[in-house]
């Protein structure tokens, strides 16, 4: 199955000269995900949700201060393709486009993660939720502070949390990064009046102003998440089905649902379990795409693979989707040994990684390309990700470590 069928060609996009505040109302009178970014016609990435609704930036600031790039698919890809995409860029929303209009191709339309859920639904049916569930939860109880609530979600790495009794057995609610960002901003706009941005990126600068309550987010940071949480709770058990309960997460407009079992918390399952469900091959190794294959002599393309998990495999917070590896032969030869030109594209859940070098052979081209993206990762670059820094420290410690991750 391809994504043809699912491709929206109705879709929002904005110059990213656009004021955040604008944006800003786009997405509090919309259920969109995130917004296309373009420059001069031109796809510059996505804006999504809860970067804009979460965001320290001025009102006034551009979305060229939130963009980030997302991978992009051809309408003709494969489904498969497209999930291990959104997992990799970390995105809810693919730009399409259709490669045979033109060099670049031509932007034709956006595929959403609702969409290609909701398209695979029936073949979910052959799995259960304890596939898939996310069994080593972490959660906290209904007097866990904000502030600690985003720390846990930074440390941890995750997005949901759930709310427990004392006794760690009766499941509460749960809380997701997105309610408590959202809700902390809500509030210093309430309070302070105006937009709490400017109030957050001023700080200190004058009387009447967010620089007169400088304990106004340390305050809010101190509320339990009681305040925020989502009492009534999608529920599933470890042997339901996954397409009932992606039916249940598309009808409440859930993300998440938590796995009970004998009442008590067993596990957790999201759409992104669901879109990874659809990623796993017969084979446990990392899937590697060949480009100009016939230049290998001393390396295999098993050999590719083990390789590239060799590095990313120092670093066991990232984990690879798919790479790609092209090569391409020049004319200059070393000793009869051809100079050739190797480009490698790692996607990943952290972003996407990309690394060329030319060598003589294609071992070495290969050992120069991969050693890049070592480098990349050893100093925290992705072109796949934002790795722009916070104004102050008081958004830093409220919304930059997110807009950093």
């Not at 600031?61 to 309408?75: G, M, Q, W």
């Not at 309070?191 to 700080?203: C, F, L, M, N, R």
């Amino acid at each position: 199955m391809d994504v043809t069928d699912i491709v929206d060609e109705e879709f929002r996009s904005y110059d990213d000269s656009t004021p955040v505040s604008k944006l800003r109302g786009a997405f509090e009178t919309t259920d969109e995900k995130a917004l296309l970014i373009t420059r001069d016609d031109e796809l510059e990435g996505v804006v999504t949700r809860r970067e804009v609704l979460s965001s320290h930036e001025k009102g006034s600031r551009k979305a060229r201060s939130l963009v980030r790039p997302v991978p992009t698919i051809d309408r003709h890809e494969d489904l498969r393709e497209a999930a291990r995409l959104m997992i990799a860029g970390d995105t809810k929303i693919l730009p399409v486009f259709d490669t045979g209009s033109g060099d670049d191709g031509q932007l034709v339309g956006v595929v959403r993660e609702d969409d290609l859920l909701r398209h695979v639904q029936p073949y979910l049916s052959v799995l259960d939720v304890e596939d898939v569930a996310t069994t080593d939860v972490v959660a906290v109880n209904p007097e866990t502070t904000l502030g600690q609530a985003l720390a846990t979600f930074r440390t941890e790495r995750i997005r949901h949390l759930p709310v427990v009794a004392g006794d760690g057995e009766a499941v509460l609610g749960i809380v997701g990064l997105v309610d408590v960002l959202e809700f902390v901003t809500r509030e210093l706009q309430r309070s302070q009046g105006g937009d709490a941005s400017e109030h957050v990126a001023d700080q200190g600068a004058g009387s009447g102003g967010f620089g007169a309550r400088e304990g106004e987010s340390a305050d809010l940071l101190d509320l339990p998440v009681r305040n925020v949480m989502i009492e009534t709770v999608g529920t599933t058990g470890p042997e339901e089905v996954l397409d009932e309960v992606l039916e249940t997460m598309l009808e409440s407009g859930a993300s998440s649902s938590v796995v009970l079992d004998d009442g008590a918390l067993a596990g957790i399952v999201t759409k992104t379990d669901l879109l990874e469900s659809l990623t796993w091959d017969d084979e446990d190794a990392l899937p590697v795409q060949v480009f100009g294959g016939d230049l290998l002599s001393d390396l295999t393309r098993e050999e590719l693979g083990e390789r590239i998990e060799n590095v990313t495999r120092k670093y066991s917070a990232m984990r690879v989707m798919e790479a790609k590896v092209h090569f391409d032969e020049h004319k200059e030869r070393l000793r009869g040994v051809p100079q050739i030109y190797t480009r490698i594209r790692l996607f990943t859940d952290k972003g996407l990684f990309i690394g060329e070098e030319a060598g003589f052979g294609d071992r070495h081209s290969f050992s120069l390309a991969l050693n890049a993206i070592e480098r990349q990762i050893l100093e925290g670059k992705t072109f796949g990700q934002s790795m722009k820094p916070a104004e102050s420290e008081d958004a830093n410690r409220m919304y930059g470590w997110w807009l950093s991750e």
